[in-house]
Structure formats: structure tokens, C-alpha cells
């Protein structure tokens, strides 16, 4: 009964791969957000979805295309993959309305590459 | 350009001590300040907030503080337990519709 979930957990892969994570919420929520978490710790938002529509896109290269299929998914898919792409990546969701800022978080993705 | 910042990387203090966690912001147009926890292996979880309308809030032995004149906000945590022991993020948003922003954490150890 995970609130949200990520598959996988860990990823190695070399570079010029494609890969996929993907994302699932039963919680309800409307909004659905990747963040991604490079060596320097920072938690970074890469794109937000709401009801299944891109709002927000923030400077991340166009290798990188996310996909919501309905409003209880967000799977991010990244194309030929760069050394600087190893990072954790983190979904996340929420509610519109009040609290609307408090979101809930998936365990990560560790994504490698060699 | 970092909108938010916490200084301190980790924090070492004794089991039913207080832990300060700082957290300081460069943007004014900050309306609204959370605190999240993280264990290893785990994301990250809704800890405590606080809007900019108030100054304290309080939940259990957590409470967050805010200084907007400083752009500053701390968390307590009294008496602090060997399971608060995690990294402690710091995030804001701006008019309550903007992505959060988060700063690079601040790991703390409770030391039995």
C-alpha cells in the first residue's frame, strides 16, 4: 500500500543507453512532480504534471521526456545517457488546494551510468 | 544561485538535547516554508511547515520558526531522539503554486 512508488529502485546502465523509470501514486492527487537529487545533494524539480498536463519544465535537456499517462502515473524516460544523468531521481505528488505544498515523495530511483 | 541555503552539513547532538537546524533564503517572494526528514534508502517526508503570516509553529517536540526580516527559519527539535537521527531538508515556495525549492540538507546524529 506504498503511497508512491518508483520502479526501479537501482539502475546501471553505460552511456548512449535509453532508460525508463516509472512512477505510480494512489493517493488521489492531481499533481505529480520528478526531482532529481545530483552529488551535491541538491533536490532539484525537473517537471510537474497536473491531471495529466506538463506545467512546469524547468532547464532540463530534451534527452530527458517525461509521460503521464493518466494522473496517477508520471514515468520519465531519458535517452542517450551522459555520466552527468547519475544521480537519484525522486517522484513525488500532491494536491491541489491547501497543502498543496506539502508533497509526498517515492523511495528514489539510483540511476548510474557507466 | 542558491535560493536556499543551509550552512550547516551535519549536526551532532545528545539524545534529549535540543538540535537547531538553520536555513536561510534569498528570495523574498517566499511565501511558504517546510521542513522535510530523510531516512537513507527513503524519500524524503512532510515534516512541519509554516507560512509567512506567522512567526512560530509547533507540533510535538517540533517547531519551526520563521524571521522574515533575516530570511532565516531553524527547526527545534526538544528533546531530540536517537530516531531523529536523518537528514533534515529545509524547502520554500513562493505563492504557494511554485515548485518547492530545497536546500542541500543538513544530516543530523542523536547521539545516545
Known amino acids: 500500500d506504498t503511497a508512491v512508488s518508483q520502479t526501479p529502485k537501482y539502475l546501471v546502465t553505460q552511456m548512449g543507453n535509453d532508460k525508463s523509470i516509472k512512477c505510480e501514486q494512489n493517493l488521489g492527487h492531481d499533481t505529480m512532480y520528478w526531482y532529481k537529487q545530483d552529488s551535491k545533494k541538491f533536490l532539484k524539480i525537473m517537471f510537474s504534471y497536473n491531471n495529466k498536463e506538463l506545467i512546469i519544465n524547468e532547464t532540463v535537456p530534451n534527452r530527458f521526456s517525461p509521460k503521464s499517462p493518466d494522473k496517477a502515473h508520471l514515468n520519465l524516460h531519458i535517452n542517450s545517457l551522459e555520466l552527468g544523468d547519475s544521480a537519484v531521481y525522486f517522484c513525488?505528488?500532491?494536491?491541489?488546494?491547501?497543502?498543496?505544498?506539502?508533497?509526498?515523495f517515492g523511495a528514489g530511483s539510483r540511476l548510474t551510468v557507466l | 544561485d542558491q535560493q536556499v541555503k543551509q550552512n550547516s552539513p551535519s549536526l551532532s547532538v545528545q539524545e534529549g538535547r535540543i538540535s537547531i537546524l538553520n536555513c536561510d533564503y534569498t528570495?523574498?517572494?517566499?511565501?511558504?516554508f517546510l521542513w522535510y526528514k530523510k531516512y537513507p534508502a527513503e524519500g524524503p517526508t512532510f515534516l512541519i511547515s509554516?507560512?509567512?503570516?506567522?512567526d512560530k509553529n509547533e507540533d510535538g517536540r517540533f517547531t519551526v520558526f520563521l524571521n522574515k526580516s533575516a530570511k532565516h527559519l531553524s527547526l527545534h527539535i526538544v528533546p531530540s531522539q536517537p530516531g531523529d537521527s536523518a537528514v533534515y531538508f529545509c524547502a520554500a515556495s513562493a505563492h504557494g503554486n511554485t515548485p518547492l525549492v530545497f536546500g542541500k540538507g543538513t544530516r543530523l546524529s542523536v547521539i545516545a
Open positions: 509554516i507560512s509567512s503570516i506567522k
Open positions: 513525488a505528488s500532491s494536491q491541489t488546494g491547501a497543502g498543496a505544498n506539502v508533497l509526498t
Open positions: 528570495n523574498s517572494m517566499f511565501d511558504y
